[in-house]
């Protein structure tokens, strides 16, 4: 069946420094992907999305390429701040009304 | 636009009560309604899926008969945890789908039930 994975966390960086998150899928044909973010205690916001191959998501200076070779849609930032810490979430849905599968989850800590 | 909301925020119950959990939409008609539950530091589990005016659709494992899920209108759906336990204790969070926006659920800011 469909899953996603994430790099383990906890992941924690200084301020300014350059962020990758690891997410690779497995699926059968292409799915939409996701970023999610969570702060404490609240639901989820979506930080970007694509629908295709190659698409490139982009949203608050982070950015995530859907990448078909490597089934794989790693979210970047070039520059953290603090209020970037949160947990984040990679997801993919095959269409609407179904559901969409999660990844573990990675822990971002940014420190002053 | 696209806000869900939940209510209530929080609750604390005692066991064997039952508890009932509302998801909003406020600004925009929802085709599909989602409940989801989330234990600390993990990932978010699908409890259900609904649409307005049908049962909802159970994944394997979660207990329809504990986990009541109402549907009534295009903007609300409710999930009642019926005799709750302490092991039902969870952070719940509902998501909600409209035809305006194609593949893509807004989610509820979440409801953390304690059961004491």
């Known amino acids: 069946g469909d899953s996603v994975t994430q790099m383990e966390g906890p992941v924690t960086l200084s301020e300014e420094a350059f962020l990758t998150i690891n997410c690779t899928y497995t699926?059968?044909?292409?799915?939409?992907l996701f970023w999610y973010v969570q702060y404490p205690g609240e639901g989820l916001q979506l930080l970007l999305k694509?629908?295709?191959?190659?698409d490139k998501g982009s949203n608050k200076g982070f950015e995530a390429t859907y990448r078909k070779e490597t089934t794989s849609f790693h979210l970047e930032k070039g520059s953290v701040q603090v209020s970037d810490s949160a947990v984040y979430f990679c997801?993919?849905?095959?269409?609407?009304?179904?559901?969409?599968?999660f990844g573990e989850g990675t822990q971002l800590t940014v420190n002053p | 636009g696209a806000v869900v909301s939940q209510h209530p925020s929080w609750v604390i119950c005692k066991s064997g009560t039952s508890v009932k959990i509302e998801c909003r939409s406020l600004?925009?008609?929802?085709?599909?309604m989602f409940w989801y539950r989330q234990f600390p530091k993990q990932s978010l589990m699908l409890m259900a899926t609904s649409n307005e005016g049908s049962k909802a659709t159970y994944e394997q494992g979660v207990e329809k008969d504990k986990f009541l899920i109402n549907h009534a209108s295009l903007t609300l759906s409710t999930l009642t945890v019926t005799s709750a336990h302490p092991e039902d204790s969870s952070f719940y969070i509902c998501?909600?789908?409209?035809?305006?926006?194609?593949?893509?659920?807004?989610f509820g800011p979440g409801t953390r039930l304690t059961v004491l």
């Open positions: 699926a059968t044909g292409y799915p939409s």
């Open positions: 600004d925009f008609q929802a085709t599909t």
């Open positions: 694509a629908t295709k191959a190659d």
């Open positions: 997801a993919l849905l095959w269409a609407s009304g179904s559901r969409l599968t």
């Open positions: 998501s909600a789908e409209t035809s305006l926006s194609y593949n893509e659920q807004f």
